[in-house]
């Protein structure tokens, strides 16, 4: 912290408050040259210019008797407050008595007037600065254990107080490992803890010289707010080779996003952010060390900031519509609609209709699905109840669960309750778990699936072989209902693989006796091979894209007459 205010020639900032403007200019004299001096006449000045948001006091050398307010109201005050509390306080008197009452009040030290001695003053400005700094220093979690440099958090802090005071330009950087769980993978932890210490070395090598600060923000992404420099390139370079020279990985790659910090509108949190999103385009990307910030991203992170803004409106006035799309079970004479897939909507009363590809992302991201999802699981169940309720079938519908509502330990009470409140067994409600929820914490995943089939929920594994899954999790995992991936389906019929691949599959099926779901089916040959195979139950455009209730309920009426009232079951 003293090392980026020395580098950077600012000063410390100290408030000489006194009512004789004699007093107030022998002082200012003595201090102006090592200080920035700001002066108060009387206590309540001080406590203006201490409360003002943007004001940074190292110390405040403060007179006891004054009119308005005295320095024993302002000693009393500061010591109240969370933030002022810090500032050290040097009382200004004559009088042996007040020392002492103010010392006990928690003054840091006193000098006596009048003020002869110039350097003794100076000298103890200075000690009582570093020593009140010192003390912070002890007293916040500043340092980072792994990297070294500081945690999140006092980077942030310590950016707020900057900020104001700074008038050069500036840069936000998010710089990133590729990858970096591989190093733990290969190399085990300790080697990856080593990875992120040299890489907080290096960073601070940097600072020595640069103007900046830096902190480790979370795992393997640091943030550094430097003083702008031309070649960023060359800088991500230079830490990327030093590393590799003695990384047990020998091609360990670090990308870096960059945002200019030109707009003071901007905080930094918002700020480091935006670097962070230029730092995630080029996740994965050949080549590319380092990203800026751009339009293209701004619009994005606007358009972000204004789906989460505008979320629970959106759910209150209903403009977020559950869709539901017909499963039809293949096997025997003709297809029979067997269930349907709850799937969400939002329509937009501006930005008019968004995909859930656009929004569940981000909502997974921030937790936000949770609230989502029930909503969605809601109105599915609503939507069950009514149809058994005017149309005496019982179609059993599939609402999604999302990896993060996992690890929210209300789910299952959440499930059952709605169950009780509409009035419906644990068969029409089928739960649906991404593949790859299945490899972020295996552990919790059995536990909570568990759970929820000793309530009777149906568990269908969605997405399966998009990438994750290992086989052998099949066999770890209890699942009622494999969801075979859309990319499957669609390549199935073009390569001699894909074909062995989903055949396979429905044999994998077949031995842990689950059936299987194949969903992205479009056109009449890929139904015909996966009947052939064997394949219970399909849900594709072939048969219908997902439709708003409505028409959900014309389809159930059609198959109703067709069938002639006669029951769906369950698949
Ligand atoms: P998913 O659960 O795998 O849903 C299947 C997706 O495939 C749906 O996309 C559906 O519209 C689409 N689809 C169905 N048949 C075809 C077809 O024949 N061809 C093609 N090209 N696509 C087909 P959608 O509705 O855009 O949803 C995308 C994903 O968003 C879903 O994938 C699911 O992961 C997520 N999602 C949707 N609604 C919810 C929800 O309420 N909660 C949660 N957590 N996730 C949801
Ligand atoms: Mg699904
Ligand atoms: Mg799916």
Known sequence: ????????????????????????????????????????????????????????????????????????????????????????????????????????????????????????????????????EDKSIIRSTERDRVSGLYTRGYFFAYMHRLLPRLNTPMDALALNIDRFHLINELFGREEGDRVLRQIGDLIAQILTTAKGIACRSDSDTFFIFLERNDD???????????????????????????????????????????????????????????????????????????????????????????????????????????????????????????????????????????????????EAAAQVKRWRDQYGVTLPVSVNVSRVDIFDPELTNKLSGLLEEFSLSSDDLVLEITESAYSDGADRLIEVVNDLRGKGFKIEMDDFGSGYSSLNMLTTIPIDVLKLDMQFIRNMLLDETSHKLVELVMDIAKYLEVPVVAEGVEEEPQLNALKEMGCDIVQGYYFSPPLPPQRMTELIEKECNYKGGENHDNH
């Open 1 to 132: 912290m003293k090392q980026f205010i020395t580098a950077g020639g600012m000063k410390r900032r100290v408030l000489i408050v006194d009512d004789e403007i004699i007093n107030r200019e022998i002082l200012g004299a003595m201090l102006s040259q090592t200080y920035e001096i700001a002066f108060a006449a009387n206590g309540q000045e001080a406590m203006d210019a201490l409360n003002d948001p943007e004001a940074d006091f190292s110390l405040i050398l403060l007179d006891l008797l004054m009119p308005v307010m005295d320095g024993f109201e302002v000693i009393r005050r500061c010591h109240a407050d969370e933030t002022l509390r810090r500032i050290p306080i040097i009382v200004m008197t004559s009088e042996k008595s007040a020392e002492v009452q103010s010392i006990r009040m928690g003054a840091a030290d006193f000098i006596t007037k009048p003020y002869d001695m110039p350097e003794v003053i100076l000298a103890r400005c200075e000690r009582i600065i570093e020593l009140s």
């Open 232 to 378: 960023y390139d060359a800088m991500i370079a230079e830490i990327q080779n030093k590393l590799n020279e003695s990384a047990k990985a020998r091609n360990i790659r670090l990308r870096a996003g960059i945002y200019s910090c030109d707009d003071s509108g901007i905080s930094p949190e918002n700020s480091f952010s935006r670097a962070k999103a230029a730092c995630d385009r080029i996740r994965g990307q050949f080549g590319a060390s380092t990203a800026r910030y751009n339009n293209e991203l701004y619009k994005r992170t606007v358009f972000h900031e204004r789906l989460i803004g505008d979320l629970q409106e959106a759910i209150d006035r209903h403009e977020l519509i559950v869709y539901y799309q017909p499963k039809y079970r293949i096997q025997g004479d003709r297809p029979r609609l067997s269930s349907a897939e709850a799937l969400i909507r939002w329509i937009h009363p501006e930005l008019g209709f968004i995909s859930p590809g656009e929004f569940i992302p981000l909502f997974e991201k921030n937790g936000l699905i949770r609230t989502v999802d029930c909503y969605v699981w809601r």
